[in-house]
């Protein structure tokens, strides 16, 4: 038996695609009200204990380790977890040591991406391990690239959200300033043929819009903070990340951790 356990926007995304594609699946979320949406839908658990008993194979999409940690906790250490949280690769190197069918598979795509089944999913585990245990449901969330390691895996997902994370902030000073000194239109056109303007001028379009919530601030400064944890492990230096990091939390606190991340551009105009 199929489970989920998280029913934020991604985790909504997942259940909404199995169960389109005819999955019987159980659902467990810490807030109930949640559930109500697929009331007649799914088998929908109130108490987790329920939930794991009742679940063979348990899918976790939740925000972050603390609650990671906390579900865990309930859960037989033989049992099969795929969890499609972004962890750091420290945590996930101690869950392995204890769980060892829990495969880290973290996603790279929007609620909407992997509603459609359009997303990328990071399996770190390896492919036999993927058939030998019947998990090709996964694939209809999207493409599955095989890690066959979930320490790998999770890094993989940190190194991609820090990247564009700290990007965008550069983009952000960039655009700002050629804004504000109204050369926008010299600076493409002398620049535009060198990838890093390119880059730059394809995250300004964000610049002065609303963005539809793809991956909120909040998260975004989690997975740096994440990021920043592990190259701090390994004696990485991370200065400009670190800084970028700050700047989410400004925005944090600017009343910004619900919105998309890329409306950080809000607070370099001052909003």
Known sequence: MLGLIGLGRMGRGIAINLLNHNYELNL??????????????????EKIEEF?????IILIMVSD????????????????IIDFSTLHPIVVEEIKKEYKNYVASPVFAGPEDIKEGKGKIIFGESEEFFKKNNLDFINYLGKVY????????SAIKLASNFIHGVF?????????????FEIEKEIFEIQGDRPIIDMARR?????GNDVEISFTTELMAKDIEYARISAHHKNIPFFLTSTAREVYEIAKRYGFSNKDWRETWRIFKRI
């Open 65 to 80: 380790e603390k609650a990671v940690k906390s579900i865990l906790s309930y859960i037989p250490k033989d049992k099969i």
């Open 203 to 207: 995250y300004g379009k964000y610049y």
């Open 168 to 180: 965008y902030i550069l983009s952000l000073e960039f655009n700002t300033f050629i804004k504000e």
């Open 146 to 153: 095989f890690v066959n390691d979930s320490v790998k895996a």
């Open 28 to 45: 467990y979320n810490r807030t109930k009200e949640k559930l109500n949406e697929f009331k007649g839908k799914a088998n929908l658990f």
């Open 52 to 56: 794991v008993k009742n679940t063979d």
